[in-house]
């Protein structure tokens, strides 16, 4: 870890604008990903500014019937909201899919969101790694890739994303807000907010420098049958193989959202017109123009066999 | 003492202490945290800095510069040493992989440096500073490519077991082509790491010429030893202390880098230094489970009688290592007249493989007792019913030598009794509930049962304690437990009336905890001492040694009744011995024995498997508390678990290196993968193995559930996966289309 100066920050205005006056600086909430990639020196920031008193921690109804989430949420709250386990199940089941209960009760809303992936050689800093170090290249290829992406992977970069909040989240069509430093606040829709890795895999969400992300509004409630399912080698504490967030509605129609195969969570929304005839047809529309490797081909028949699965039990 | 009769009666036969399941007597300092492990020793030196070791970021090949002049001058750095500081270092007996010094690299992680810094963040940062240059060469990274250079090889874990190279009974050969019912497959298992939760940590410091290191060790004498030998300097001049280790599983047999460059890092700074290696180290720096290939042929008779069985298996280590035993178990466990194992070695510069949890066994059953789970549906026949057909109570290659108890067939029979066994459907994927495929299995579980010579000192104290010193270790096992047991029941006295000093090396050498040798040799040794002890004080208190009796705090006899304290006097009384052993290990093969027993249900959609319920049938003779054989077992089961479904150190083989090194990356089982658990114990008592009548049971609980596992996964889906661990992506593509 580096040395580093610390200061806890008054307001997100504050925040955003501390954060742009220092290079190299971050936002610290729950630290659960941000600490532990510092003692490996994968981060290494000179100044982390604490947002966990900017009061982002409440949930509430908008006045489009939705509910806006608190960017301090913590993860544990989140999932154990009545109106989140009623209305938005899909979200409630990812985020108790995630870590475990430790990790929940500090983890936050937009921290998880902006979590980096766990591919292997990202954690080893003898290892060539376009993310860490760009330029350097990417080990990964042509290595252990079994739990790497097999969709929108690009010749610098095939790491996934690990969150399985945030699969739920693009499957609801939630909206990220911010504030920027000079005060003004956007509204960044989930499907642009995770980025492809491309050239710049490093670059992974549509943040600017020192954009603080506030809130995540979640549209209101789609009704339907709602699902997360992951799928790991190990029954808990362990990142998807793959994942599936879904949620259907009576007449076969619905939304579906994968987790475990892609730099960002992987929703096609052209594709959801196939899911009444099954998944099949669904997925393969869905994963239209994957490249896996050897390695992690398999994760292919095991989306549609998942997507299957959950579509068989929305059927009841 | 020697024990080379079997044993007859003796004090530890009235089990008013020993055999009964008391709670560990270290428990409390474990539950309140007041048990300190090697890193927490923070009373035993003054001025503690911290050191941080730098691994190698390269398979093999050379260090060609190391620029430290950063480092050295980052805040709070006392020291800073590297490899190419020093010519490359002895090795000890037990090491394979040189530990430190020179430019050579044989592995990735190899340590290069060790950095002392005021703290421990100060050193970790300084070490990130050490800017090195390497000249890479190409290594031999795969298991398979090198199969075709692999030569015979014999093995000797030096904590005894081993095998030859080859070994024949009758014509192999001849016998399978002529049988009636043949199997010739091939099975694999992955290199596996130790995970223990404790990693590798030492505290060093030098008081002139001498050496202290409080550490984390399963076996004190050869650690001391062995880092004399790679420091230069004599073993008198090394003190080794141990006395809580958080899990070794093996991985802490030998000597390892924590202590070598505590050691060096406290020369260099001048102070003592505590280091721990860091999670990501311990998969590449330290020692693991070597990966195996086995080919199994068995050929059989219409009867289900075998007739041949052969079993060989591949595996790899550095130059100078050993192969991985995979085929012991084969020479003994069923019958048959030809016969053929073989062992071969392929040059690999991955890190050092070596013991882990039931090395040979685990690994081994894992491949033959799925081969005879397939053998049995070939001919038709029950697996528990061909193996009850197979069994043996005589060594298979030296019939005039019995097994000294052999109570396989109870385990199984029992075993199918209580898991309902009856219940498992002969042709697979027959039962499913809901979107889940149930299946049964069994394997049998075998393990030799080693005996080493340990020895002990006991001393009674003038108020009727009794305190026992051994460099013994509790590696979690127990042995604190069962050596207080041990001398309360040899001394007549309450078990709180004992106290139990483990781990260190100015105590009597002892058996150490390894190869599930320690439980009954350590109390033998316990045992040996005591018997003298009571010499003693019955010569004291003038009775006649063969009458006295030790019971309540008292020495009896007759009508005469003398607190046992009083033979104490103001100095106390002490005894030492150790127990050795005669040649009972060569007229009887002495083993342990065990039904293993799962109910697994597989996702029909998904191929997840999930164990639901598991049962494991021991036959190892006496059992010293089964409250901590039981922990033992059910742990070992776990282990099993992890084998058979998740466990597998990704070998990166460009580079040369295991990729999923932390535990993150390489899974053991969590909480939620374990079901319900079941142990029992047949009552036995093997008056062969010691005079405690007991043998090992913490790796018998490991071997075979990986097979079990398979067997039951095989019976859910009707897939054979040959290839460990048995993860979704080796089903699913054979699974039922999805509706």
Redesign the interface.
Known sequence: MRPFTYERAASPADAARAASRQPGARFIAGGTNLLDLMKLQIETPAHLIDVNRLGLDRIEPTPEGGLRIGALVRNTDLAADARVRHDYGVLARALLAGASGQLRNKATTAGNLLQRTRCPYFYDTAQPCNKRQPGSGCAAIGGVTRQLAVIGASEACIATHPSDMAVAMRALDAVVETVRADGATRRIPIAEFHRLPGETPHVETALEAGELITAVTLPPPLGGHHAYRKVRDRASYAFALVSVAAVVQRDGSGRVALGGVAHRPWRVEAAEAELPRGAKRAMAAILDGARPTHENAFKLTLAERTLASVLAEARG | MKFDTPATSNPIDQLRVVGQPVDRIDGPLKTTGTAPYAYERHDVARDQAYGYVL????GKGRVAAMDTAAAKAA?GVIAVVTTLDMPRLGKGEMNTAFLFGGAEIQHYHQAIAVVVAESF?QA??AA?MIRTRYVREPGRFDLAAEAPKAQLASADSGEGSGAPQEDRTGDFEGAFAQAAVTLDETYSTPDESHAMMEPHATIAAWEGEKLTVWTSSQMIAWGRRDLAKTLGIPAENVRFDSPYIGGGFGGKLFLRADAVLAALGAKAAGRSVKLALTR?LIANNTTHRPATIQRIRIGAGRDGRITAIAHESLSGDLPEGQPETAVSQTRLLYAGANRLTALRLAVLDLPEGNSMRAPGEAPGLMALEMAMDEMAERLGMDPIDFRIVNDTQVDPEHAERPFSQRQLVQCLRIGAERFGWNRRSATPGQRREG?WLVGLGMAAGFRNNLVMKSGARVRLHGNGAVTVETDMTDIGTGSYTIIAQTAAEMMGLPLEKVTVRLGDSDFPVSSGSGGQFGGNSSTAGVYAACVKLREAVARRLGFNSAEARFEGGQVRAGNRSVPLGQAAGEAGLTAEDQMEYGDLAERYQQSTFAGHFVEVAV??????T?VRRMLAVCAAGRILNPKSARSQVIGAMTMGVGAA??EEL???K??GFF????L??Y?V?????IPHQEVIFLDETDPISSPMKAKGVGELGICGVGAAVANAVYNATGLRVRDYPI???KL??R?PE??
């Open positions: 691994g190698a970021g390269i805040p963040e970790r940062d990130a990501p979107q996702h029909a959609a998904t191929g997840e999930r479904l998740m990704a070998v990166d460009r580079h990729v999923n090194h932390d993150a990356g899974e089982p969590v909480h939620a993968d993860t979704l992506d699913l593509d699974l999805l509706a």
